[in-house]
């Protein structure tokens, strides 16, 4: 059967640019997984602390909450091909930096928390680039919230397959090469960045003060409401639910009384619920109420971490993860259509900075208060209690996703 790209799911790869971009991201991103998940595993295996696994997602993602405004700004500001180019390349010379550590035996602790902060600072200024960029490799404008969609599904592929190749190699060859294998897979987005043929760059007729342009960023945010209500809804899921995979690697081994494999398992089966969610958002059909999808994953989101809390026979459990990914997806797949979809052109790096920072803001912040609460509650309870704090922040803010104004401004584009 012969696969129609100019309507349904595929519709975003009528575009050359998005191809090639797509194509370098899913290689790309699952050595990025690949590195996550070894980096974590590795932190618990050296100090069998589920603080310190907190601790490390801290570190790797809360440069992202300091500076990510300021990465907005430049997006605004400057070339974001350029931005992207600079940013791919530094990361990948972190990963290079992280395998010599491990392969010559002079990884510590510290030494990972480092890199991984260093990591979180590159990421504050990527992200804010790399998002809006999309809208240049895409011709037709109804063809965006359809690559936006993609765009998550590349994430969760990612998802999918690292977490299961990282737990393979770490068992037979150690972290170290998952780094290496990282490093290289860096080569395929570098070098579709290059085979692409995007808009000549316009600079801004002129340029305000960055502390001007955070102010003026920060008052189109509050004065669109639609779009600040995601933005507050993410940043209480990103604190509070999200960060509750600081937990499965202490579920692999201590719960299930597993290995790097087991592990590896988990991750990746949240990463199929995830990619299943993905393309399912992306054949939604027009008409669709994209705020109401959100307030059902959130839920679906909650009844599967109460699930998977307290079932200890794996199989099962397995599938309680794929539901958690499936209602994970949604979370910031949906709050960046609708925001993208919405922002003016002129504040869409803004505007994605913010939304960043709710993100990588409260994750690592989430991380540390997850580890904390699980060394004396216990990781299952900690679950169950975010599992609950899930359908908590649906309801408070169910009214508000009942509203179909702006969503179905947003699913009239798909």
């Not at 899913?26 to 069998?48: D, N, P």
């Not at 960046?336 to 002129?346: L, S």
Request: aromatic share 10%; glycine share 8%; net charge positive.
């Amino acid at each position: 059967m012969k696969l129609d790209i100019r309507a349904g799911t595929f519709r975003a790869f009528r575009n050359r640019n998005y191809v090639l971009y797509f194509s370098g991201q899913s290689v790309s991103l699952i050595g990025t997984w690949m590195q996550r998940t070894s980096v974590s595993w590795l932190i618990y295996t050296m100090t069998h602390s589920a603080f310190m696994l907190g601790l490390t997602i801290f570190a790797s993602q809360f440069p992202s909450f300091l500076f990510s405004l300021y990465g907005g700004v430049l997006s605004d500001r400057y070339n974001r091909y350029k931005i992207i180019l600079f940013t791919q390349t530094v990361s990948m010379i972190q990963s290079i930096l992280l395998a010599i550590l491990t392969l010559t035996n002079h990884g510590s602790v510290w030494g990972i928390l480092m890199l991984s902060l260093i990591l979180g600072v590159i990421n504050a200024f990527d992200v804010p680039a790399r998002q809006p960029l999309v809208h240049e490799m895409i011709q037709d404008e109804a063809d965006l919230p359809n690559a936006l969609a993609m765009n998550s599904s590349i994430v969760n592929l990612a998802r999918l397959i690292g977490p299961a190749l990282s737990g393979i190699i770490l068992q037979k060859f150690g972290a170290g090469v998952c780094f290496l294998l990282n490093a290289l897979s860096f080569v395929a987005v570098l070098t579709s960045l290059v085979l692409m043929k995007l808009p000549e760059y316009t600079p801004p007729s002129r340029k305000k003060k960055i502390t001007s342009e955070l102010t003026e960023g920060f008052l189109y945010v509050k004065q669109t409401p639609a779009i600040g209500a995601l933005i507050l809804m993410i940043t209480f899921m990103s604190f509070l639910v999200l960060p509750y995979d600081t937990l499965l690697p202490v579920f692999a081994k201590v719960i299930f009384k597993g290995d790097a494999a087991t592990f590896g398992y988990i991750r990746s089966f949240i990463g199929l619920g995830a990619i299943s969610g993905t393309f399912f958002l992306a054949s939604l059909k027009k008409g669709t109420d994209l705020k109401i999808v959100l307030l059902v994953n959130t839920i679906i989101l909650g009844i599967g971490m109460i699930l998977f809390s307290h079932v200890s026979y794996f199989p099962v459990a397995m599938l309680c993860a794929a539901i958690c990914g499936f209602g994970t997806m949604s979370q910031s797949t949906i709050c960046n259509t609708i925001i993208q979809v919405n922002a003016a052109p002129h504040m869409r790096g803004r505007v994605i900075s913010f939304f960043t920072m709710a993100i990588f803001g409260m994750l690592p912040l989430g991380s540390l208060l997850t580890g904390s609460i699980s060394q004396h509650a216990g990781a299952p309870n900690t679950l169950l209690c975010q599992g609950i704090i899930a359908l908590i922040i649906a309801v408070v803010f169910s009214g508000f996703l009942r509203k179909d104004s702006l969503a179905r401004k947003v699913s009239a584009n798909f």
